[in-house]
């Protein structure tokens, strides 16, 4: 649901904000998907939940998202 581009706006962002909130860490690469989305505020959203969920804080640069989560995020939060 929260890259799927076709779904409302309102209802990816209160995914995105679920997924924070309930620290669902194994959605960590969906959210990195949703940092390239075309409308502004989902990226956002999916910026600010990562940083929720991995306390770290690449804002919504997708690349650095995707290195870190492969070079230690996935070890150590899965």
């Known amino acids: 649901m929260v890259t799927y581009s076709d779904d409302p706006e309102p209802r990816r962002l209160i995914a995105i904000s679920s997924i924070a909130e309930l620290k669902i860490h194994r959605l960590v690469p969906a959210l990195i ?46």
């Open 33 to 78: 998907r949703a940092l390239t989305d075309q409308q502004d505020a989902i990226p956002e959203a999916a910026a600010r939940a990562l940083g929720i969920l991995t306390r770290q804080d690449f804002g919504r640069d997708a690349r650095k998202w995707s290195d870190w989560w492969e070079t230690k995020g996935s070890k150590r939060l899965l």
